[in-house]
């Protein structure tokens, strides 16, 4: 069976909402030869230690899934290892063997210092094991018995293990607990057999705290372990697929307003200047305006009087206060008043190949519409004549096989200067060159996004469109791991900075009532930007221009002066 390692971030934090969680990296663990993955954990000196049930070692990897230890051989005592733990107080291994249901201690040369019998204390199908940092014993999970142990390390001459307490996750429905960790605070982390997606975090007494729901492709999770030296961090063994996945599972969903959208809903943005909802019902080819505070719909514009016969998504400019409308019907942009509801332009996009638009979103300082088109599984830049200024395939995105490529709906985030597509089940994060970055399952949260929105304040919040629910969803990682790539504004300008690789920056500059444009290099080792433009009178010029170390601010001679990441 191949082997995935598997990396999962987490706050691992009680909650009441949904679970969001973005996967961003992966790496073959097959291909170093661990066939059958049957536990990890982390010692902090060394790495990350993977033992093999089928060939029974112990390898150790570096993040980079690099391989830094010598491996040590469990075959001498254990005839079939499927769980490792780490104890850094104790310097020492344990390692849970169902086939002689013993817990042996191993010191970091592999030699076995001791054991104790888990049968006779009433575990008989142990599956996992991982140390708790707060009663400073060993936690075990046994999927056969649907139960978790705390193991006092005091008994190592082989007699009956001693369990100061356990609980029964049956009691909480859930069957079957695989693989088990722990955080800081001492909770319980395990997961489930039957092709469950999900990690579960309880207390030490059993109490649910919040269920973390992984990319609904992670359902063989093989170990499970929280990193000492980065808090909120965890790892996920995972054996089912050839990848090493890095998830963040500190978003959250909630559901805002519902019964929106009619029959079927399809776009979503929001007007920050009315505080409203726009949301597309196709169905009846209508634009509802939806108070984004009570949920009332306050009115309603309708498109079949312009001869909108297959509205698909929509969006705003807030510079005209006009609405546009992807038709398939026309395979037209329309453009809408949105106070009169009349038409004010619309144009054929078809002749550009665009003839499958279903998500629209708007950079309306740059007077640009972004296009996703299925026909050209793209996205396209699209000024004012709706010509293209800058296209990008979104075949590159991700590289999931439940993919078609084809965007269902399309928002983009200004403070960070990154689009969100919805191609299939996954929402994945594009920069302008379309450079994939993270994405999440949103099926996985049993949403079927038709439509998104960004918070134009909370650069790390946006809005979901689901059967006929907009949910917020709060994503951390949106407002972190940036580039130079965002919008920048101070009193007196605005620039957006796009990073287009290998240091090179281009952008546009809104100085007084001039658009600038803007090319550069940043220094290899950042901090600097040099700036070149070219003035409304036509002559060249060159900036010196000085970034913060954590890209939040750019400092640009006077009178611009410092801008802030907006």
């Known amino acids: 069976m191949p082997g995935t390692f598997a990396l999962l971030l987490s706050s691992v934090q ?144 082989g007699g009956t293990c001693s369990v100061a307490s356990n609980f029964s996750t049956a009691n909480l429905g859930l069957n079957s607990p695989i693989e088990v960790g722990t955080d800081a605070a001492g909770h319980v982390l395990f997961t489930r057999g039957g092709g469950v997606s999900s990690v579960y975090v309880t207390t030490q007494g059993g109490a649910l705290l919040q269920e973390i729901v992984l990319d609904s492709t992670i359902d063989d999770i093989q170990g499970i372990v929280t990193d000492p030296n980065a808090p909120g961090e965890l790892f996920l063994l995972e054996s089912q697929d050839d990848d090493l996945l890095h998830v963040d599972a500190r978003g959250s969903s909630s559901q805002v307003c519902t019964n929106v959208g009619g029959n079927i809903p399809r776009g979503l943005e929001y007007v920050e200047s009315t505080n409203q909802f726009l949301v597309l019902d196709a169905d009846q080819d209508q634009i509802q305006f939806v108070n984004a505070q009570s949920c009332v719909m306050q009115r309603t514009i309708p498109l079949q009087a312009l001869g909108v016969t297959g509205s698909e998504d929509l969006t705003y400019l807030p510079a005209s206060n006009e609405i546009v409308v992807s038709d398939l019907g026309s395979k037209d942009l329309v453009f809408v008043d949105a106070v009169s509801g009349a038409l004010t332009s619309r144009c054929d996009i078809s002749g550009l190949g665009l003839t499958t638009a ?33 296209a990008r395939s979104i075949d590159v995105l991700s ?125 290899a080792a950042g901090g600097s930007l040099t700036v070149g433009t070219i003035t409304s009178g036509g002559a060249p010029l060159v900036v010196p221009v000085t970034v913060s170390p954590d890209l939040s601010t750019v400092t640009a001679p006077p009178p611009i002066g410092v801008l802030t990441r907006q």
């Open 399 to 523: 590289g999931s096989d439940t993919n078609n490529h084809d965007p269902q709906a399309l928002a983009w985030s200004p403070s960070s200067g990154r689009f969100l597509v919805r191609d299939g089940r996954l929402i994945a994060v594009s920069d302008l060159e379309g450079r994939p970055g993270f994405h999440f399952d949103a099926n996985g949260l049993g949403l079927a996004a038709t439509g998104m929105a960004v918070d134009p304040v909370d650069p790390a919040a946006f809005w979901l469109l689901s059967n006929r629910t907009i949910h917020r969803v709060q994503l951390p990682k949106l407002a972190e791991d940036l580039g130079i790539s965002g919008r920048f504004a101070s009193a007196s300008a605005t620039i957006y900075l796009w990073d287009r690789g290998e240091g090179r920056v281009t952008g546009t500059a809104l100085v007084g009532g001039d658009t600038l444009p803007l090319f550069g290099q940043l220094s």
């Open 14 to 157: 009680p909650s009441l909402a949904g679970s969001v969680t973005v996967t961003d990296g992966s790496c073959d663990t097959a291909a170093l030869g661990i066939a059958d993955p049957g536990g990890t954990t982390y010692n902090p000196s060394i790495g990350f230690a993977i033992v093999d049930f089928s060939d029974r070692l112990i390898r150790f990897l570096d993040a980079g899934c690099a391989v830094v230890a010598p491996e040590l051989d469990t075959s001498a005592y254990a005839t079939n290892p499927r769980g490792v733990a780490w104890s850094e107080p104790l310097q020492e291994y344990a390692v849970v063997d169902p086939g002689s249901d013993e817990l042996y201690y191993v010191d970091p040369s592999g030699a076995v210092t001791g054991s104790c019998d888990l049968l006779s204390a009433g575990s008989g199908s142990a599956s996992g094991v991982a140390w708790d940092p707060i009663g400073q014993r060993y936690v075990v999970s046994d999927d056969g018995n649907s139960r978790i142990y705390f193991v006092n390390p005091t008994v190592r001459g």
């Open 358 to 390: 279903r998500g629209l979103t708007a950079l309306p300082d740059l007077d640009l519409v972004a296009v996703a088109d299925g026909n050209t599984h793209s996205w396209a830049l699209l000024d004012a004549s709706c010509e293209i200024v800058h």
